[in-house]
C-alpha cells in the first residue's frame, strides 16, 4: 500500500509541482532581465542591482522604468527671470570691484603711513645725534687733521639714511630753513646769508633743525 502511493497520485503530484515552480522561476526571473535592461547604461551597475534587490524584496517581478532624461525634463525654468539674474551678477561684480578697490587704497595707505612713521622714528634718532654733530664740528675747527675724517665718515653714514647738511651761505636768507640770529649792514637789498653758525639738517626732504645763520643786506 505504501509503494503505491509513492509509485502513484503523490509522485505524480509532487511532479506536476516542481515543474509549475521551476516555470514561475524562470519567467520571473526573465521579467527582472527585461527590467534590468530597460534601465539606462548611465546608471550604472549600482542601479541594476538595486532594481533586482526591490525585485527581491517585494517578489514582485515588475519593477518600474527608470529613465534620468525624462527626469530632467520635468524640471520647469520657465520662471527663471534671466534678465533679474543678469542684473544681480552686474550688480555683484560691481560690488566685489569696489571692495578691492576700497582694499587696495586702504594698503595704500597703510603703506605710506608706516613708512612716515618710521621716518619719523628715525628722525628724532638723528635729531638725537645733531649735539654730537656739532661738538664734531667744534673740535674740527681746533683740529681739523685729526677731527676731519671721523667727522666726514659721520656725515656720510647719516647722509645714506637721510640726513643732509644745509649749504646756506651767500644764498638768500630764507626763514624756512634759517633764523638769523646776528645781522650787520651791507649795501642794502634783498638778505643774504653771510655766514652759518649752526648747521642746520633736513631729514629725508624735511627740515630737522634750521640753521642759525648771519645776514646782511
Do not use: C
Not at 18 to 29: P, S
Not at 188 to 198: F, H, K, N, T, Y
Request: proline share 4%; no cysteine; glycine share 10%.
Amino acid at each position: 500500500m505504501d509503494g503505491d502511493m509513492v509509485d502513484g497520485d503523490t509522485g505524480d503530484t509532487d511532479g506536476d509541482r516542481l515543474d509549475g515552480l521551476d516555470g514561475d522561476a524562470t519567467e520571473r526571473a526573465s521579467e527582472i532581465d527585461d527590467v534590468t535592461d530597460s534601465i539606462p547604461r548611465s546608471a550604472g551597475g549600482h542601479a541594476v542591482h538595486t532594481a533586482q534587490e526591490m525585485s527581491a524584496e517585494t517578489g514582485d517581478g515588475d519593477v518600474a522604468d527608470v529613465d534620468d532624461d525624462d527626469s530632467r525634463s520635468d524640471i520647469d525654468y520657465s520662471d527663471v527671470d534671466v534678465e533679474q539674474l543678469l542684473t544681480e551678477r552686474e550688480q555683484f561684480r560691481g560690488l566685489a570691484q569696489r571692495v578691492q578697490a576700497d582694499f587696495d587704497n586702504y594698503r595704500k595707505r597703510a603703506t605710506a603711513q608706516a613708512q612716515v612713521d618710521a621716518d619719523r622714528a628715525t628722525g628724532r634718532l638723528a635729531e638725537a645725534l645733531l649735539p654730537v654733530l656739532d661738538a664734531a664740528e667744534a673740535a674740527y675747527l681746533r683740529h681739523p687733521e685729526e677731527i676731519g675724517p671721523l667727522l666726514n665718515q659721520m656725515l656720510s653714514e647719516l647722509k645714506k639714511q637721510g640726513l643732509e647738511n644745509l649749504d646756506l651761505e651767500g644764498r638768500p636768507f630764507d626763514p624756512e630753513v634759517a633764523e638769523a640770529v646776528a645781522h650787520e649792514s651791507g649795501e642794502g637789498g634783498e638778505p643774504v646769508v653771510a655766514e652759518v653758525l649752526r648747521s642746520g639738517y633736513t631729514w629725508k626732504g624735511r627740515v630737522l633743525r634750521p640753521a642759525m645763520v648771519k645776514t646782511k643786506d
